[in-house]
């Protein structure tokens, strides 16, 4: 096999694995049903590029009709390169539209010098993000967090904040009124980003976030990526047990009735089938 040969197998290798892991939780949460109006956020990043790129291959052969409609949140970060996004989207027949809102000066007057800005630019992302999402008539809000993502929230809030919680791949915002997605729930971002760089996508860096080195999600990243290195299969495993969660080896009285527990009588657990998550984290569970 020659060297371009070899090449186009690896790709070609990647993007199938790509596509089959998106829909996979498409499929374990029931992220897209027929008619929907799927946004999807672009940010610039590889992250949402590959997002969209994935989505719009799957809604080629899926055997339901979705709609997807791209929106990008320009925030007025100096030196925001205006076109770029544009000119991308419109070269792949992509509905969409640009909102333009200084966020990035709320940000910056707000928040101290040394501070985490992360917190506040993302509440004010997601409320753009909510008021467009309703102008479309979009069902669904699509995210591009990934598992490395998911596993660092998992982290941060096991070290920082005492829950057992990471970042959902399906949720409804506090209101009722949006349900967010996260399709790249089960994509490792080096996949990501071997396939931003396949893909020559025309990435936008972002001057808020990016520019601080020393978030403590950066720091479990880190983690993440020594284990990944170091630890083969770890990183699969923590993933899987945030999907075989056993409430009655836990805890938490709110999920399981230790009080009620007698001998001799069955206790046999009852599974806890958690349909979906609100904004600020809480389970909704099956009646």
Sequence with gaps: MTDSRKDRYERNKLAKRLRRQVGEAIA????????DRVMVCLSGGKDSYGMLE????LKEKAPVDFELVAVNLDQKQPGFPERVLPQYL???????????????SVVKRLVPEGKTMCSLCS??????????????????????????????????????????QAMPAKLVSDDGRQVVI???VYVAENDLAAFAEQKAFPIIPCTLCGS???????????????WARTEPGRIQSILRALTDVRPSHLLDRKLFDFAGLRAGVNNTEEPVRVVGFTE????????
């Design 123 to 164: 509440r004010l992302r997601r409320g753009v993000l909510y008021r467009v999402a309703g102008e479309l008539g979009a069902t669904k809000i699509a995210l591009g967090h990934h598992r490395d993502d998911v596993l660092a929230t998992f982290f941060l809030n096991l070290f920082h904040a005492g829950t057992l």
């Design 54 to 57: 994935i989505l719009l291959a």
């Design 212 to 226: 601080q080195q020393n978030l403590q999600r950066k720091v479990v990243g880190r983690m993440l990526q020594e």
């Design 28 to 35: 374990d949460f029931g992220l897209i049903e027929a008619g």
């Design 280 to 287: 600020l984290g809480q389970p909704l569970f099956a009646e």
């Design 90 to 104: 419109e070269a792949r027949g992509v509905p969409f539209r640009i909102v333009e809102q200084d966020t990035y």
């Design 182 to 184: 996260r399709p790249l």
